[in-house]
């Protein structure tokens, strides 16, 4: 009796083994989130590296050439360009086109993309079913029959193979599945991240840089227009007041003016520190010009 029972735990514990490493999606993955989820097979001793056509992840863009050359030479694929190849394949009902972009990170294919459209306006037998729902029939045979839905892509469905993202999108009139090295994305997207970053403070650092420029200049105008104004005006301190005003006002004006302005380059050496007489100059001249038009 005592060895029964203990072949019963012993065929049941061998049972819920192989139920966890099927790859099936189960109560406790699906609670998982993606990020999570894309954790764990990061993290997975597993690999599954080959793609379709014989492409692996990690290959050399020379690797992927001379694969393409391999699939040309045997018939089975046409060369686009040199980031894509092009074939054709049967499912149930249709004859379908198959567009392959490569994509590399660190001089590596770390992604591929299949892009699947319709390749005759009938089906094969002229049934009515529809291709993208064979496409999936199909993608579901090499990669599962129970995909997550939860993904972090604007994918419909898609699944987890060792380090390999697989993501199922569609658009109108094309399907696309999208195969990734989930680890390498991920130091792209870190990658682009560190650069956007840098990007941004030298465009912030050049904009301080040009805005202390603009500050300074502006700063010497204004001593230059106080000065003036004491000349013209010594004892008249309203008058002063409000002509360094009026001048700043219509000196900001100015600048809005492109530098390359004929006109505007015009009214600068006619009256270099007389602003409001530039854009008065200025405007009646670009006023005169549409009327002549």
């Excluded at 290959?59 to 190849?85: F, G, H, S």
């Excluded at 379908?96 to 770390?110: E, P, Q, R």
């Excluded at 650069?195 to 805005?211: A, C, V």
Aim: hydrophobic fraction near 35%.
């Amino acid at each position: 009796m005592k060895k029964f029972i203990l072949l019963i735990i012993i065929t049941s514990i061998f049972i819920n083994c192989s139920d966890t490493n099927s790859g099936k999606v189960t109560e406790a993955t699906v609670a998982k989130t993606a990020a999570q989820l894309e954790d764990s097979s990061v993290n997975s001793i597993n690999r599954i590296d080959t793609l379709s056509r014989g492409f692996i992840i990690g290959m050399t863009p020379e690797q992927v050439d001379r694969q393409c050359k391999k699939l040309e030479a045997e018939q089975i694929v046409a060369r686009l360009n040199d980031n894509r190849i092009f074939y054709r394949f049967e499912t149930k009902n249709f004859v379908l086109s198959n567009a392959i972009d490569f994509y590399y990170y660190n001089n590596k294919l770390y992604r591929i993309i299949e892009s699947t459209i319709n390749s005759l306006n009938e089906p094969k037998n002229k049934s009515n079913a529809n291709f993208k729902e064979e496409v999936l029939v199909d993608t579901k045979k090499n990669w599962g029959e129970t995909p997550y839905t939860n993904g972090t892509q604007p994918s419909k469905f898609f699944w987890l193979k060792g380090n390999l993202r697989i993501d199922y999108l569609e658009n109108e009139k094309t399907v696309a599945i999208a195969i990734s090295d989930i680890g390498m994305e991920r130091q792209l997207i870190a990658f682009n991240a560190v650069n956007e970053k840098e990007e941004q403070q030298r465009i912030l650092s050049q904009s301080d840089s040009i805005n202390n420029a603009t500050r300074i200049a502006e700063e010497k105008i204004i001593e230059i227009l106080k000065d003036k104004a004491k000349r013209d005006w010594p004892e008249d301190y309203t008058t002063q007041e409000f002509w360094i005003k009026e001048q700043i006002t219509d000196y900001h004006y100015m600048q809005t003016i492109p530098n390359d302005d004929k006109i505007k380059k015009k009214a600068q050496r006619d009256w270099p520190l007389d602003f409001s007489t530039q854009k008065y100059w200025y405007n009646e001249q670009i006023l005169a010009r549409d009327r002549l038009k």
